[in-house]
């Protein structure tokens, strides 16, 4: 994955109304569903709970299936760009003990995964105004870069790969 930026304004202009979309579409089609679902296989004497919670969980199937026909469209860019920047700092985050741990003793990759992920976070944060953590992220960053320059190493986010995980 490569970092790339985006437009901070049109990313949660976007993001809220896909959200708000899909919180119509899956009211809609759950209230539909279900009441559908009663009408056709209820006698009006028992309870309707696992109607209604049928109707949830096929409304909810529904608005997955949409996100994912939809996640290619253009609009969807900046939103699809932040959802796999998290799943790839997510990845990251699983090994980062034994990532840190290559780093320190001079491994490239592991210093090109903890660069990513300290980029990577910081853009992300960045873009959710969680500026009270970056305070945080930049003693990580410097002592990163020490380390790179101990070892003559230039970090770059563009050379990082997932593959490079696979050795941790």
């Given at each position: 994955?490569?970092?790339?930026?985006?437009?901070?304004?049109?990313?949660?202009?976007?993001?809220?109304?896909?959200?708000?979309?899909?919180?119509?579409?899956?009211?809609?089609?759950?209230?539909s569903?279900?009441?559908?679902?009663?009408?056709?296989?209820?006698?009006?004497?028992?309870?309707?709970?696992?109607l209604?919670?049928?109707?949830?969980?096929l409304?909810?199937?529904?608005?997955?299936?949409?996100?994912?026909?939809?996640?290619?469209?253009?609009?969807?860019?900046?939103?699809?760009?932040?959802?796999?920047?998290?799943?790839?700092?997510?990845?990251?985050n699983?090994?980062?003990?034994?990532?840190?741990?290559?780093?320190?003793?001079?491994?490239?990759?592991?210093?090109?995964?903890?660069?990513?992920?300290?980029?990577?976070?910081?853009?992300?944060?960045?873009?959710?105004?969680?500026?009270?953590?970056?305070?945080?992220?930049?003693?990580?960053?410097?002592?990163l870069?020490?380390?790179?320059?101990?070892?003559?190493?230039?970090?770059?986010?563009?050379?990082?790969?997932?593959?490079?995980?696979?050795?941790?």
């Amino acid at each position: 994955m490569i970092l790339t930026d985006i437009n901070k304004a049109q990313y949660r202009h976007r993001l809220n109304r896909v959200i708000i979309a899909c919180i119509v579409v899956l009211t809609v089609s759950a209230l539909s569903i279900s009441t559908a679902l009663i009408y056709f296989f209820s006698d009006g004497s028992e309870t309707h709970f696992m109607l209604n919670l049928t109707g949830v969980v096929l409304g909810g199937g529904l608005v997955l299936q949409l996100l994912r026909h939809f996640r290619t469209h253009p609009y969807m860019h900046e939103i699809m760009y932040v959802w796999d920047l998290k799943q790839e700092l997510n990845l990251i985050n699983r090994r980062l003990r034994k990532v840190q741990q290559a780093a320190q003793q001079g491994n490239y990759h592991a210093m090109l995964a903890l660069h990513f992920s300290y980029q990577g976070s910081q853009q992300l944060w960045q873009l959710d105004d969680n500026t009270i953590t970056l305070d945080d992220l930049r003693p990580l960053m410097n002592e990163l870069d020490k380390l790179a320059q101990q070892f003559n190493y230039e970090l770059k986010t563009d050379a990082y790969s997932r593959d490079m995980l696979k050795e941790f």
